[in-house]
């Protein structure tokens, strides 16, 4: 499921992921993909915004099946009991069979409450937990649901928008809204046990000419701690039984996700667009490190061993050592990244808003070095005086004798292609 756990904590039952071998494959859709790749047994399952959900063999990239909805996918998918969950834009909930991909049930979530949906992108994923499906949705309603039927356990009412996923812990299930609040209701019963107010809570779009308010990003819940971000550029730890805010930091104020993950007594935050992920203790704040990134970090942090694994709207992947920051490598994929990048085995699951879904090839040896990898450059030839390019002064003839160059370097002749 989304982050891996109920907990939400982000680790990945993986090697550390600390250099790059190669690319096993690509997985191309026809919209942006900004939920998370989910695997289960040897099958990859993603959804896009071209409102396809894929189902792809995870090692080779070779599709399985697909199931076209009714809208835009942008939640993650869980999976288990033979099935895969996810949500779409449509207003449903599906539970879809994994193998054959036909649709088992659907749950209608409920008509979409307000309508200011300023940079509204992510959606409540499915998290599983106790034989039961919690998610939050655009009616303001947290489902409880039985994960083999869909029939309804309980629902709460948070009286706005839920975008974020619910973790859930120790008999309680936590939550962020689109009114700023941190809520946990009872795990059994859906009762509301603590509410909590961030500083957005407060706050209108006309204060700022922003949304200061939203909370999309989720929880995550260990040792007792919640810790969540919100569109008000705070990061806050509240204690899981009375929701008592144990610390918060000030991210710069226009922080607007501040996605978290936690592992050894150390939450790891995605700044948004203060545009740095930090390492601080889970009990103070008090700050261990910070990486600086070119681009806002709006996906999640994903802890494999020692390394910390996120995107940014650079399109770059970075992998860093969770124990003092340092960077160990970026892949770049060339478009701005919603998506959180998953662990599984020896690969890197990343997406980005192109929709194109890279598997990379991962090693745990830090000495490792890429194996020689062929690469294409294709010249296109002469143009008229008029068309427009990109390259003037023969800067575009410079470069393919570079190429040229080094092609006769490493074997017989250059193949030009036009």
């Not at 962020?176 to 961030?198: C, D, I, K, M, P």
């Not at 991210?251 to 790891?268: C, E, Q």
């Amino acid at each position: 499921m989304f982050r891996g756990t109920p907990q939400l904590s982000g680790v990945a039952a993986a090697p550390a992921p600390r250099a790059l071998t190669g690319v096993r494959f690509v997985l191309r859709t026809g919209g942006p993909i900004r939920g998370t790749p989910v695997v289960q047994g040897e099958t990859l399952f993603i959804g896009s915004e071209d409102g396809i959900f894929y189902a792809v063999d995870a090692v080779s990239g070779r599709e399985r099946w697909r199931l076209q909805t009714g809208g835009a996918i942008t939640s993650s998918a869980a999976a288990a009991h033979g099935l895969v969950y996810f949500a779409s834009r449509d207003g449903q909930l599906y539970a879809v069979d994994a193998r054959r991909g036909s649709i088992r049930w659907k749950l209608d979530l409920g008509r979409e409450r307000g309508t200011e949906h300023y940079w509204d992108y992510l959606m409540s994923s499915p998290v599983l937990a106790g034989g039961r499906l919690y998610i939050g949705s655009g009616s303001g309603f947290l489902y409880a649901l039985d994960a083999c039927t869909g029939r309804r356990a309980w629902r709460f009412d948070a009286g706005t928008r839920i975008r974020s996923t619910p973790a859930v812990q120790d008999g309680m299930v936590a939550f962020g809204t689109s009114g700023g609040y941190v809520q946990a209701v009872g795990e059994a019963n859906g009762v509301l046990r603590w509410r909590f107010a961030t500083k957005g809570a407060g706050r209108t779009f006309e204060d700022e000419g922003n949304d200061t308010t939203s909370i999309v990003a989720s929880p995550a819940i260990a040792e007792g701690v919640v810790t969540i971000g919100g569109r008000d550029g705070m990061l806050y730890a509240l204690d899981l039984r009375t929701g008592r805010a144990l610390w918060q930091s000030d991210h710069d104020g226009s922080s607007w996700v501040l996605a978290t993950g936690v592992a050894d007594g150390v939450v790891y935050a995605s700044s948004g667009s203060a545009q740095f992920v930090q390492a601080a203790d889970l009990r103070t704040g008090v700050e261990r490190w910070r990486y600086k990134t070119q681009g806002a970090v709006f996906s999640s942090p994903t802890i494999a061993g020692d390394v910390v694994v996120f995107a940014d709207f650079s399109g770059g992947v970075h992998a860093v050592d969770r124990r003092d920051g340092t960077p160990l490598w970026v892949y770049p994929m060339g478009h701005r990244s919603f998506s959180t990048p998953v662990v599984w085995r020896d690969l890197v699951y990343c997406a980005s808003d192109d929709g194109v879904l890279h598997a990379l090839v991962a090693t745990n040896l830090p000495s490792a070095r890429a194996a020689p990898v062929d690469r294409v450059v294709y010249w296109e030839g002469k143009r008229s005086a008029q068309a427009f390019s990109w390259f003037q002064n023969d800067v575009d003839r410079a470069l393919l004798a570079f190429f040229v160059a080094r092609v006769i370097g490493r074997s017989t002749r250059p193949a030009l292609q036009h």
